[in-house]
């Protein structure tokens, strides 16, 4: 039998230092909140470096944890190099790695055009972000902990379009913040490499006592119209989309010492989609 409380403390992040790419995108600030609630200290990586300071401020507040933005352009090798030797330094090291960067949409009438018409260069620019910048956060986080000899854990966010193909009914009408959407190859791409790059981290690093697991969400509310919900839904077991909260409830999980034998592993957090 355990002691009292044991299970409590498998999941307590009190000591632990935290490092969230994409901390202000979609998933950012709810994995920051989760993270902090959980006492862990965070650093809020994010090419925005005044959303990130100001959120790590927010954060720090409502936690009364230490918490701190520091920009990071994810594709950029010198910026992801310098930023996580800033963040380390400030951290006194880390021992967790959220990597939740990607790629921006400047222009959605590009990032939407038909795979037939899809340029190469705007391929390239988002696998510089979704997949090149994943590796390179990574290597500088997983070199740093390798140097530390105290192991760690990495969660890399991927999507259920990396290990399923899209319905592509679904996209029919279908709109997020008031613009036509679809669902495009080069994410599915990107998403793909993500998970076979965690398997093999998980390979590398087990000796290390580093542990790494790709986190899938399923679709996630968050300004789709009510055409697209409401047809994602229908596909979905459970009948709905996921709150950013139940997303991060799964990466606390797998950061956190109650998941400490999960290695390599693509956990689905989908409502039962990828079941069907």
């Not at 709810?30 to 959980?38: F, R």
């Not at 140097?147 to 592509?168: C, E, H, K, N």
Request: net charge neutral.
């Amino acid at each position: 039998m355990t002691s009292v409380g044991a299970y409590r403390r498998m999941f307590d992040l009190r000591g632990r230092r935290a490092l969230l790419t994409g901390g202000c995108g979609v998933l950012g600030p709810t994995l920051a909140d989760a993270l902090a609630d959980m006492g862990a200290t965070v650093a809020i990586l994010d090419i925005e470096d005044r959303k990130a300071t100001s959120l790590a401020s927010e954060i720090a507040s409502r936690h009364g944890v230490s918490a701190f933005g520091v920009r990071c352009d994810v594709s950029d090798a010198s910026c992801v190099s310098a930023a996580v030797r800033h963040a380390t330094n400030a951290l006194g090291g880390v021992d967790i790695l959220v990597s939740a960067a990607q790629a921006s949409i400047p222009d959605p009438q590009a990032y939407f055009a038909p795979y037939e018409s899809f340029d190469l260069a705007q391929w390239r620019e988002r696998m510089a972000v979704d997949l090149d910048g994943t590796f390179l956060v990574t290597q500088a986080v997983g070199t740093q902990m390798a140097r530390q000899g105290t192991g760690g854990t990495m969660v890399l966010i991927g999507s259920i379009y990396g290990s399923m193909a899209p319905d592509q009914r679904i996209y029919e009408g279908a709109e997020y913040r008031g613009a036509p959407i679809n669902t495009t190859a080069v994410y599915a791409a990107a998403k793909a490499g993500v998970a076979g790059l965690v398997r093999w981290l998980s390979s590398w690093g087990a000796d290390k006592g580093i542990r790494a697991n790709t986190l899938v969400p399923g679709g996630v509310e968050s300004g789709q119209n009510k055409t697209f919900v409401g047809r994602y839904s229908a596909r979905v077991p459970m009948g709905r989309m996921a709150t950013r909260e139940e997303i991060a409830g799964a990466m606390l999980w797998l950061v956190s010492d109650a998941s400490s034998y999960v290695t390599g592993q693509t956990i689905h957090v989908d409502g039962g989609l990828s079941a069907w």
